[in-house]
């Protein structure tokens, strides 16, 4: 975990003023038994770096679908995606472990937090993958203060004991976001991260993100509200299975 401090990680390969992330021409189907859903077909998207591009779209449109295909979540069926200009289809399974723990933090539209884990514990479980008991005892100070902190920013300090099912939907979001953050990605990639929340805390939400944003953090985020939309360089529609 040498890459979980403050400092940004070291490009994995210089970019040249190309996109750190794009998906080119990817298409998706899901099969239900015998039915064909075809979602994704011929979605294209590029990310440059330190860019913040939204993504609106109708309920089923694919929105999350595309995200988990950039972030190395789910495959495509046909089509690119690079990373820095490397296929990430290309990735061994330890390379691509490697994209989405150190170069990417990923806001899922349901959480996904861990129900026997404290908020706090929750928050720091990144900066955990892949490090010896040596290194961590080194660590553990930094990285519970990184965890506070965010955490303390998105006006969670007086929930670090708790865990996932003693907090509201809009407080389960926030600690998804500390933890999407630990290891200071280059790429955030968040799915409706403000989709529960009220007009207030969902500022102070934008405000974090736009913060590391103003840092070099590149953002792609779903989200159904213009309004939010609106904080991005960018905005994109995602409509019939392509991106408009
Ligand atoms: N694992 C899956 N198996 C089968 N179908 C799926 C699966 N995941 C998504 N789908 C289908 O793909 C379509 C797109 O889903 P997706 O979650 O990407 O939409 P979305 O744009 O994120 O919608 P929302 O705004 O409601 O979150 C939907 O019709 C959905 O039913
Ligand atoms: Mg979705």
Redesign the pocket.
């Known amino acids: 975990m040498t890459s979980s401090g403050h400092q940004p990680h070291a490009p994995a390969a210089p970019v040249a003023g190309g996109p750190i992330l794009e998906a080119r021409d990817v298409h998706r189907t ?3 038994g015998r039915v064909e ?1 075809p ?1 994704l077909k011929g979605a294209s998207i590029a990310v440059h770096p330190g860019e913040w591009v939204s993504i609106l ?12 295909i950039l972030g190395g979540l789910d495959r495509a069926d046909r089509g690119h995606v690079a990373f820095r200009g490397e296929e990430i289809v290309g990735y061994s399974p330890r390379r691509l472990d490697r994209y989405r723990n150190d170069h990417v933090g990923f806001v899922f ?1 349901f959480y996904h937090l861990l129900p026997e884990l404290t908020v706090l514990e929750n928050a720091m479980l990144p900066a955990t993958v892949g490090v010896g008991m040596i290194e961590w005892s080194r660590r553990r100070h930094e990285v519970r203060e990184r965890a506070r902190a965010l955490l303390d920013r998105l006006g969670l300090s007086h929930r670090f004991r708790h865990r996932p099912a003693e907090l509201s939907g809009g407080e389960r979001q926030r600690v998804a976001i500390a933890r999407a953050l630990m290891r200071n990605p280059e790429v955030l990639l968040a ?2 991260p403000t989709g529960n929340l009220d007009a207030r805390s969902g500022e102070s939400l934008l405000e974090v993100i736009a913060e590391q944003h103003r840092a070099g953090l590149a953002v792609v985020m ?1 989200t ?1 509200d213009q309004w939010v939309a609106a904080r991005a360089d960018r905005t994109v529609h ?1 409509a019939d299975g392509r991106v408009a």
């Open positions: 899901y099969r239900l859903v979602v779209g109708s309920s089923g449109s694919g929105k999350s679908t595309l995200l988990h539209q799915d409706e779903v159904h995602l």
